[in-house]
């Protein structure tokens, strides 16, 4: 299989979303550029990576489009452990968010630098002070991290999370984090959000 560059990555991991609730059998580059909003020409190109056969006129059959999707972009049921570092406002807003709820993504535990805050929030999963944080990961196998953090905390706790053996970062902080290639980082920055609009506007 063709290498997936990260754009289309994007793209395919929401059409397989969009495609959970599809209810018809087939589906055209067309109706997906309709539902959304980007080119047929751009949908047919990434498509094109997952190397599946198309019908000339009759589109793509929608079950072995999500099938191609789950193979390529890995997507498993299996759980997953995540955790959330940074307990300010946008971490106190994730501890009680249900978008994680039907999905293999498990939140176990979340992280803070204030004792006090860890010790009164409340959470449907422990909370712990950051001097912990190697400890419980490496314990409770997490393989994910949402941060949430002050700028100035990001790149230190970044570059303690690399000895701890995680997959991945979900970087909601404005910085640019120093971290091992094996290391994934998605960068969900709500002023780098804006900016990259502003520059495509």
């Not at 990555?9 to 959304?36: A, G, N, P």
């Not at 570059?159 to 970087?171: E, Q």
Request: net charge neutral; glycine share 4%; proline share 4%.
């Amino acid at each position: 299989m063709k290498s997936i560059p990260v754009p289309s990555q994007r793209r395919l991991v929401l059409l397989e979303r969009l495609l959970c609730d599809y209810k018809e059998r087939t589906i055209t580059s067309q109706k997906i550029e309709e539902l959304t909003g980007w080119s047929a020409a751009l949908v047919r190109r990434d498509i094109s990576l997952l190397e599946i056969r198309r019908g000339a006129s009759n589109g793509y059959k929608v079950a072995e489009l999500k099938t191609a999707l789950i193979e390529a972009l890995h997507i498993d049921e299996t759980e997953k452990k995540c955790c959330i570092i940074g307990l300010g406002q946008m971490g106190r807003c994730l501890l009680n968010n249900e978008e994680l709820e039907n999905s293999p993504f498990k939140l176990v535990a979340g992280f803070d630098s204030s004792v006090n805050r860890t010790e009164v929030l409340h959470s449907a999963f422990p909370l712990h002070p950051t001097t912990m944080l190697e400890s419980i990961i490496k314990k409770e196998n997490i393989e994910y991290v949402i941060l949430t953090v002050n700028p100035e905390e990001a790149q230190p706790i970044a570059t303690k999370l690399a000895s701890c053996g995680i997959k991945g970062i979900v970087n909601y902080t404005p910085c640019v984090l120093n971290v091992p290639k094996d290391i994934f980082v998605e960068n969900v920055s709500l002023l780098t959000a804006l900016e990259t609009l502003s520059a495509s506007s």
